[in-house]
């Protein structure tokens, strides 16, 4: 079992930055791949991205490559989101998954919300 506590939400104004951190509780941390996912309100879940047990693969979407950086640090149990030039459409709830196989994500947390301001 893997317990994921997301933070560091907030509002901000179109260009700014947003550090998200996602703490998990549970053993073997480093053993299961994380990522990021948000929903907007009335939109399916996207995939925001994602990182390999070790931090050595990361992978996104062309719609925030460039201006999102996920990393890991495994001895704190914590996966973070550094978001930059934030736009009004990235706002959304951005959850934290954990997950042992490539695009399999059992655990979930229970969300941050984001709100970018034009």
């Known amino acids: 079992q893997v317990q994921l506590v997301e933070s560091g939400g907030g509002l901000v104004q179109a260009g700014g930055s947003l550090r998200l951190s996602c703490a998990a509780s549970?053993?073997?941390?480093?053993?299961?791949?994380m990522a990021w996912f948000r929903q907007g309100t009335g939109k399916e879940r996207e995939f925001v991205a994602s990182?390999?047990?070790?931090?050595?693969?990361?992978n996104y979407p062309d719609s925030v490559k460039g201006r999102v950086t996920i990393s890991r640090d495994n001895a704190k149990n914590t996966v973070y989101l550094q978001m930059n030039s934030l736009k009004p459409e990235d706002t959304a709830v951005y959850y934290c998954?954990?997950?042992?196989?490539?695009?399999?994500?059992?655990?979930w947390g229970q969300g941050t919300q984001v709100t970018v301001s034009s």
């Open positions: 549970g053993r073997s941390f480093s053993t299961y791949r």
């Open positions: 990182i390999s047990g070790s931090g050595g693969f990361t």
């Open positions: 998954a954990a997950g042992l196989g490539v695009g399999s994500y059992a655990y």
